[in-house]
């Protein structure tokens, strides 16, 4: 299942000492840590690396039962079958966090995504030569979290401005917290990290699948 997606645009190409800091702080972060190509990420980040704090309650892990089993008493080895779901401990979440345009690769995606918007390009102030994509692969609430809060932390590293869909009645709210540098088109925000880390903070907050 796939997540929701946020964009960071940058003003000009990553310096090879940006792309190194880049590459550090993915795999700083991550449980689990693939590069495709240099600037592409297949990562696992637990959320708890983050900030995300865990309120689950401390028997959480509750027995995931077997179905077939029924009411009928099973052997021991067929006891032993019986696990925990899988789903409900494990808050590594999966995330593709890919550089992307002219020279570093995924050039057509980037190109599609960034054709014809003056508004935009009038609120950053610049034309974007490049982006990166931070893509979560699933979407429960924590990978709407988590995914705004790792975009963040990217940005931190390599600078660039967040561009963040917008739901329907978003507009509004988004436009009065931190860090918000304009909304374009009433379905788009454009701002930094500091306006990541409020908007994930709020009730209201929920990303664009």
Not at 11 to 18: G, I, K, M, N, R
Not at 81 to 101: H, I, K, T
Not at 113 to 134: K, Q, Y
Request: some cysteine.
């Amino acid at each position: 299942m796939s997540g929701p997606t946020l964009v960071i645009e940058l003003a000009e190409p990553l310096s090879p000492a940006a792309l190194r800091e880049f590459r550090a702080l993915m795999v700083g972060l991550s449980s689990h840590f693939d590069e495709k190509r240099p600037g592409f990420f297949d990562v696992n980040v637990p959320a708890e690396r983050l900030g995300v704090e865990d309120r689950r309650e401390k028997d959480w892990r509750k027995p995931f039962p077997l179905p077939l089993l029924g009411n009928t008493i099973a052997d021991e080895e067929l006891t032993a079958l019986v696990g925990f779901n899988p789903q409900r401990e494990d808050w590594r979440r999966p995330f593709l966090v890919y550089l992307m345009g002219p020279g570093v690769g995924d050039e057509s995606t980037f190109e599609a995504e960034h054709a014809d918007e003056p508004e935009v390009e009038a609120i950053l102030g610049f034309r974007p030569t490049h982006a990166v994509n931070v893509s979560a692969c699933c979407n429960r609430e924590i990978d709407h979290v988590t995914t705004a809060l790792l975009t963040a932390a990217v940005m931190d590293v390599i600078g660039g401005v967040a561009n963040a869909e917008l739901l329907d009645g978003q507009a509004s709210v988004v436009a009065a917290l931190p860090g918000v540098l304009g909304i374009a088109d009433d379905c788009m925000a454009l701002g930094t990290a500091e306006f990541l880390r409020a908007w994930a903070g709020h009730p209201a907050f929920r990303l664009v699948k």
